[in-house]
């Protein structure tokens, strides 16, 4: 699906308020853009008008009296009502001139001696005249203060009036701009809990984090200033051209001139634009990578005195961002106030031109009021070119974003089910189980071992000989490339992801630990573990007796990872949180390595208790606590070399055995 259709798709979540928003902002430009025409009617009709017809007639509404007659504007005379004499009033210079006669000519005009000249090229004719005084001249506007008074009125509610819909549209519009950026980050952040633990192999964290942030940020710029000021620009333009062609068609058709340089600048722009701003997002994203890597291993740097080197790497990054930053702000510049400028130098030029060949005469009669509003509404003009101009670096930045958005909605994801089962009886079965990481390159090779109900079963084995893989598999973190796993003879490739994990628990070697409460981390704030289950979990771990020193006991804050709690402490947390859940099989992933052997001694002698009725698969490099497992696996790159009790493997005194001799051996040299 294309991008703009996805993003148009969004908007209509919310067409109701989108819409409406719209709507608003054409009533509002349609309103502003009344202000030209009620301006050119005010000079035209109103200030110049008393320079039209004016005859002789009785005294009543609009009649002026002059010198003891009477004399109303031909354009105000009633129907039946008496018309006299004509005259007329023309301004000479600065001076207002009463002619008591009609005049049939127009030009050039002059006041001299009690005559007015007027010339029209070789034509010159005089008329008897009278100049007017400052109060006589205001006596022939009166009939007009009425009416302006009424127009500037008109006018004045238009601007308030557009004033209400543009502050209606705007908040309409950012209203439904942050719904949809709500609904998108929703979305994304659903569909990272769906991705495959493979995808994540591969992506820092922090490019994920600038996906759900920052481009979701220059999205929601899409749909609050770009689409408001094109639509409020495309409104703009077609409502000025409108008015250009009714107040006169030459000059709009020049005009036009403005849309195919517009199109093709805007075609100039977005190629380079695109260029710079896909290389932009990208150093965002590495550029959150690298902060939040250094942030979480911020020790190991300090430790390692890695500052410098770590500080070369940000820079080369910063500079890369840096370098295409300028480059796009040069685009900008080149491209916004310079771009605006030379049209409108284009336009003013084509105006001069077509008003100094002579359109304004008899043969084609531009009024001042026609001449204020095409001046007018060619300013006008400007600012949604401005505007559009203005708003091609945020469509880009948003169009780029939005690619790197939908590219992460459309990685494969798995199905979420909310199918239930019974909690099944926790027979594992591994049958010729291959597995790689990587295409080719299988880790696990020819995988077979049973685990019956009941049963602990212990994986160990050198780093990188496939243990952790073999619980990957289990949990379906990935699926096996050959053969089959199945629990209780059902192949786990047949059940939905989320119903498998919902009768299994697992720690992990490093656990993890959400912002809450010890208790919160138990329970996972799920609303089938109860208060009662949390406690019983973390007293049957032992806990009762570590946390105890605790101000707020199991109510402990925990803040993020749990870094303010001890390796050991995190880990008693995460045994007693796979506990709560009751699983039929219980997975142990080094979950002994980062504990003192106090704690550990408490979670052993807890375990006994729990392991009954339950499979329980352990990952250990201490072989000290897996004596009592019941079948013991010994991996070598990716297969079972070894398999047996503890005592069956160190009568047969081959790998496990010497593994167990070098870990007894190494106790001793340190107690000796």
Same mark, same amino acid.
């Given at each position: ?9 969004? @908007? ?8 409406? @928003? ?6 509002? %430009? ?16 109103? !200030? ?128 439904? @701009?942050?719904? *949809? ?10 569909? *990272? ?46 409502? !000025? ?53 250094? !942030?979480?291993?911020?020790? !190991?740097?300090? @430790? ?70 095409? %001046? ?44 239930? *089962? ?123 007796? *570590? ?126």
């Amino acid at each position: 699906m294309k991008l703009g259709k996805r993003l148009f798709n969004y @908007a209509l979540l919310y067409k109701k308020v989108i819409i409406a @928003a719209l709507l608003m902002l054409a009533v509002s %430009v349609g309103a502003e853009l009344a202000g030209p025409f009620i301006a050119k009617r005010m000079i035209d009709h109103h !200030i110049l008008g008393i320079e039209t017809k004016w005859y002789e007639t009785n005294k009543g509404q609009d009649a002026v009296l002059y010198k003891g007659h009477w004399y109303k504007r031909e354009d105000y005379l009633q129907k039946g009502e008496r018309k006299g004499k004509e005259v007329r009033i023309f301004q000479s210079g600065r001076d207002f001139i009463f002619v008591p006669s009609p005049v049939d000519i127009d030009g050039d005009k002059k006041f001299k001696n009690g005559y007015l000249t007027i010339s029209k090229g070789n034509i010159v004719k005089k008329f008897k005249a009278e100049k007017l005084g400052i109060d006589q001249l205001l006596k022939f506007y009166n009939p007009e203060i009425p009416r302006l008074m009424k127009l500037f009125s008109i006018y004045l509610g238009l601007l308030i009036f557009a004033s209400f819909f543009q502050y209606g549209q705007h908040y309409y519009l950012r209203k439904a @701009a942050n719904r *949809i950026i709500q609904k998108m980050r929703m979305d994304i952040f659903q569909h *990272i809990q769906r991705l495959p633990i493979s995808y994540f192999d591969n992506l820092p964290a922090g490019k994920v984090v600038a996906r759900i942030t920052n481009d979701t940020e220059a999205i929601r710029e899409l749909y609050v200033n770009v689409l408001s000021n094109f639509f409020t620009s495309g409104i703009y333009i077609i409502g !000025i051209y409108i008015a250009l062609f009714i107040l006169d068609v030459k000059l709009a058709m020049i005009c036009l001139i403005l849309l195919p340089i517009l199109y093709v600048w805007i075609l100039f722009y977005r190629k380079y634009a695109s260029k710079y701003n896909h290389v932009i997002r990208s150093k965002i994203s590495e550029i959150n990578a690298m902060i939040n890597e250094s !942030i979480q291993g911020m020790n !190991i740097i300090q @430790a390692f005195s890695r500052e410098e080197k770590s500080k070369q790497e940000f820079d080369e990054l910063n500079e890369t961002h840096f370098s295409f930053q300028n480059k796009l702000l040069s685009l900008n510049a080149l491209t916004s106030h310079n771009l605006v400028g030379v049209l409108r130098n284009i336009t003013f030029v084509s105006f001069i031109w077509y008003f100094g060949r002579g359109s304004i005469g008899v043969e084609s009669f531009v009024t001042l009021g026609v001449l204020y509003a095409f %001046v007018d509404y060619i300013n006008r003009l400007f600012q949604p070119v401005q505007g559009i101009v203005n708003q091609l670096a945020n469509l880009e930045q948003a169009l780029v974003a939005s690619e790197r958005v939908f590219r992460l909605i459309d990685e494969d994801g798995i199905n979420v089910s909310d199918e239930k *089962i019974k909690r099944y009886k926790g027979n594992v079965v591994f049958d010729n189980v291959f597995f790689a990481y990587k295409e080719g390159e299988y880790v696990l090779k020819d995988i077979n071992f049973e685990a019956s109900q009941g049963e602990t079963v212990a994986l160990v084995g050198h780093t990188g000989s496939g243990k952790s893989s073999i619980m990957n598999l289990l949990f379906r973190f990935y699926d096996p490339n050959k053969g089959s796993i199945t629990i209780d003879g059902k192949s786990i490739v047949d059940i939905p992801h989320q119903t498998i994990r919902e009768h299994m628990g697992i720690v992990l070697q490093d656990p993890y630990l959400f912002t809450g409460t010890i208790a919160s981390n138990v329970s996972l704030d799920d609303p089938r573990i109860t208060r009662e289950m949390v406690e019983k979990a973390l007293n049957d771990v032992g806990a009762e007796g *570590i946390f105890k020193n605790l101000e707020n006991g199991y109510d402990e804050p925990v803040i993020e990872k749990g870094s303010t709690l001890s390796s050991g402490q995190r880990q008693l947390i995460s045994f007693a949180r796979a506990l709560a859940f009751d699983p039929a099989i219980l997975i142990l992933d080094e979950a002994t390595s980062s504990i003192d052997t106090e704690t550990e001694a408490i979670i052993q002698n807890a375990m006994e208790v729990l392991k009954k009725g339950r499979t329980t698969f352990i990952i250990a490099h201490r072989l000290s606590t897996i004596k009592n497992a019941d079948q013991i696996l010994v991996l070598d790159r990716g297969t079972i070399v070894e398999r047996g009790n503890h005592d069956q493997l160190m009568a047969l005194k081959g790998r496990y055995y010497q593994m167990y001799e070098l870990q007894q051996g190494k106790k001793s040299d340190l107690a000796g």
